[in-house]
């Protein structure tokens, strides 16, 4: 286990009993060169976390191949939704991994919160620094975000009231004029912003050229990818029109997620989707993964989705115009 810590420096972020349970329930497999372990279309009944030689996502329409980092997750969105893969995953050497059975570690995530909270923190870790990447090539190819509103409407359908209100007592509601700098590239985020109402552009400015990668509106989070993994803002963020955000401190924000972990595991996993679903979005729009594949894993996910999920999602609009009356009192 020492030794698999020490190897994996991000797993640090997982306690010795998680890294204890996660290879009780899991095994260690060696894959030989051009072995897929996922393939585009199909459902995904494990999670491999790369130990040693080289794994990568494949796409059929598309000449290059992205290689995982020691210590990635590969079908760990799968968490998230059971839609069936969008990409696949192959060996390109002799790779050994841990596979870890979903379903069992489904079940290890809903009994342990503690253990929850940490792993969908490495997830969105994961997911916040290829999204990082992702928007930096694709930029180059103007390619633009769509507007994925319904995950981020799960966002809040996957909080509950509680955390909502924790959220509003303990940020500050701001309003800022068009054209105003909410967030700059390259420097630090103090905070986590909600996005109230208003719209805001997405800009990244590469070799002096500033281009528009999105543009987000009502219910939108913004500064969450700094606050995951510590890093400075990709893109800036500029108000378009007259915005009013809900502003949350990272300090203040950083406690509650250390004092409660209950909050923790339902904030990473919120996170993660909203992470995942502007990933998906930007893999789609650039012909790397497949729409009709993407197409029919929405409308699976649409019918499978568990009946509290939905119907926090079909809450989540009303639930933001009750934040916006009470923040106007």
């Not at 009231?161 to 630090?188: C, F, H, R, V, Y």
């Not at 300090?251 to 992470?275: C, H, I």
């Not at 650039?286 to 499978?304: M, R, T, Y």
């Amino acid at each position: 286990m020492n030794q698999l810590t020490s190897s994996l420096p991000v797993l640090r972020i997982l306690h010795d009993q998680d890294l204890e349970a996660l290879i009780q329930f899991s095994h260690r497999s060696t894959y030989a060169p051009n072995t897929l372990l996922i393939q585009s279309g199909t459902a995904i009944d494990h999670i491999f976390l790369r130990l040693t030689g080289q794994l990568a996502a494949s796409w059929a329409n598309y000449e290059h191949s992205e290689l995982f980092s020691v210590g990635e997750l590969a079908g760990a969105t799968s968490l998230l939704s059971d839609q069936p893969a969008l990409i696949s995953i192959l060996a390109e050497q002799s790779s050994e991994v841990l596979a870890i059975p979903k379903a069992r570690l489904k079940t290890e995530l809903s009994r342990d919160r503690g253990f929850a909270a940490r792993f969908y923190q490495l997830l969105a870790i994961n997911l916040s620094e290829y999204l990082r990447d992702l928007s930096t090539s694709l930029v180059h190819r103007q390619i633009r975000e769509g507007e994925p509103l319904r995950k981020v409407l799960m966002f809040f359908a996957t909080l509950n009231d509680a955390d909502i209100a924790w959220m509003m007592a303990n940020g500050s509601a701001e309003k800022s004029t068009a054209g105003t700098i909410l967030i700059q590239q390259g420097q630090p985020v103090p905070a986590v912003y909600l996005l109230l109402d208003g719209t805001v552009g997405i800009d990244i400015s590469i070799a002096g050229q500033t281009r528009e990668l999105a543009k987000r509106g009502k219910g939108d989070i913004l500064g969450e990818i700094s606050f995951v993994d510590g890093g400075v803002a990709s893109a800036s963020v500029r108000a378009v029109d007259e915005t009013w955000v809900l502003r949350i401190s990272q300090a203040q924000l950083a406690m509650k997620l250390q004092e409660d972990a209950a909050f923790a595991g339902r904030f990473y996993q919120a996170t993660a989707q909203v992470l995942s679903s502007r990933c998906q979005d930007l893999l789609i729009r650039s012909g790397i993964a497949s729409a009709a594949i993407a197409q029919d894993a929405e409308e699976l996910e649409e019918d499978e989705l568990d009946l509290d999920i939905l119907e926090g999602t079909a809450i989540a609009g009303t639930r933001f115009d009750w934040i916006i009356q009470q923040l106007r009192r």
